[in-house]
């Protein structure tokens, strides 16, 4: 079973400021089949990025997402408000499919 | 536009039986590989099962292995999870999931909750 560490387990930062999230693998994910799913509080997760780089369908471009291996980053250049929520990457390489922990983003 | 909309949650004893369904529309039902993911209280997702397109090919995370069987309707746009020998730990909230192809999780459902619980 691939197991995903994210880091860090909290981010506190302001509006207008860039977020990086760390996702690490704990065995290579060659084909970069890796997710990240953003999650706000009462809904669904949703999907934001896949195939560890490619932007879903109506994600604005300030999420970007990047690495290959067992080291993967989801960046969110300037914060909006509605940005702050829990992320978790995932991975569907092999199975169990499994999921990270997740990074709650809130506001500073 | 995608849509996925579950039933059949609600308060169950430990031993008891479910069985969740989930309602697809939007898209092409029969050609989409399908997936259960559930939530417990405060904790990350987990992936349950996936299903294949054609309902032939089906794949369980080892916990739930015996004990859950998902299946699907193509005549009638509908996933299914029947759920047998429910524990405690089997309680969460049940999404059900569009994937693309065996990759990502794209379209998700609003979920239902399972309590399991004496």
């Known amino acids: 079973e691939i197991v995903l560490t994210q880091s860090p387990g909290t981010l506190s930062l302001s509006p207008g400021e860039r977020a990086t999230l760390s996702c690490r693998a704990s065995?290579?994910?060659?084909?970069?089949?890796l997710a990240w799913y953003q999650q706000k509080r009462g809904q669904a997760p949703r999907l934001l990025i896949y195939?560890?780089?490619s932007r879903a369908t109506g994600i604005p471009d300030r999420f970007s997402g990047g690495g290959s291996g067992t080291d993967f980053t989801l960046t969110i250049s300037r914060l909006e408000p509605e940005d702050f929520a829990v992320y978790y990457c995932q991975q569907y390489v092999s199975s169990p499919l499994t999921f990270g922990g997740g990074t709650k983003v809130e506001i500073k | 536009e995608v849509h996925l909309v579950e039933s059949g949650g609600g308060l169950v004893q430990p031993g008891g039986s479910l069985r969740l369904s989930c309602t697809a529309s939007g898209f092409t039902f029969s050609t989409c590989a399908m997936s259960w993911v559930r939530q417990a209280p405060g904790k990350g997702p987990e992936w349950v099962s996936s299903i294949s397109g054609k309902g032939d090919t089906t794949y369980y995370t080892d916990s739930v292995k015996g004990r859950f069987t998902i299946s699907r309707d193509n005549s009638r746009n509908t996933l299914y999870l029947q759920m047998n020998s429910l524990r405690t730990e089997d309680t969460a909230v049940y999404y059900c999931t569009k994937r693309d192809g065996w990759h990502q999780f794209d379209s998700w459902g609003q979920g239902t909750l399972v309590p399991v619980s004496s």
């Open positions: 065995q290579s994910i060659s084909s970069s089949d």
């Open positions: 195939g560890a780089s």
